[in-house]
C-alpha cells in the first residue's frame, strides 16, 4: 500500500530555517509529480511549492517564492522542503502529495488532483 511520511517539522523562531521530508513507500516518487501543502486554522488548504512529474516545471506561492525550495533525492525516495527565513504567518500544518494521473510537464496545484496524501507535519514560527 502507497503511503506518504513527512518529517521535519517544528517550533522554530521567525527568521530561522526547517527542512521537510516527505518519504514514500509503494510508490516511487521520480515518476510522480509532487505537492507540498500547508493548512493553518480555519483557512483553506494551499499548494506551496508543487513540482512536475518531468521534474522541469515548478510553482511556488508567492507568499513563499525566494524562501522556500522543493528538491527531489531519488536516490532516497524522498522529497524535501527547504523553508528559510521563516515568519509567522507560514505557521501551518505541511502535507506532502503526490499524483502520477496528469502530463508529465503539468504542474498540480489542485488539492483535488492529487491521488497520495501523508499525514501532515506541524511548523510553528514563533518567538
Known amino acids: 500500500q502507497a503511503q506518504l511520511v513527512e518529517s521535519g517539522g517544528g517550533l522554530v523562531q521567525p527568521g530561522g530555517s526547517l527542512r521537510l521530508s516527505c518519504s514514500a513507500s509503494g510508490l516511487t516518487l521520480d515518476y510522480y509529480a509532487i505537492g507540498w501543502f500547508r493548512q493553518a486554522p480555519g483557512k483553506k488548504r494551499e499548494a506551496v511549492a508543487c513540482?512536475?512529474?518531468?521534474?522541469?516545471?515548478?510553482h511556488y506561492a508567492d507568499s513563499v517564492k525566494g524562501r522556500f525550495t522543493i528538491s527531489r533525492d531519488n536516490a532516497k525516495n524522498t522529497v524535501y522542503l527547504q523553508m528559510n527565513g521563516l515568519k509567522p504567518e507560514d505557521t501551518a500544518v505541511y502535507y506532502c502529495a503526490a499524483t502520477n494521473q496528469h502530463p508529465s510537464h503539468l504542474v498540480v496545484v489542485s488539492t483535488d488532483l492529487y491521488d497520495y496524501w501523508g499525514q501532515g507535519t506541524q511548523v510553528t514560527v514563533s518567538s
Open positions: 513540482i512536475s512529474r518531468d521534474h522541469e516545471n515548478w
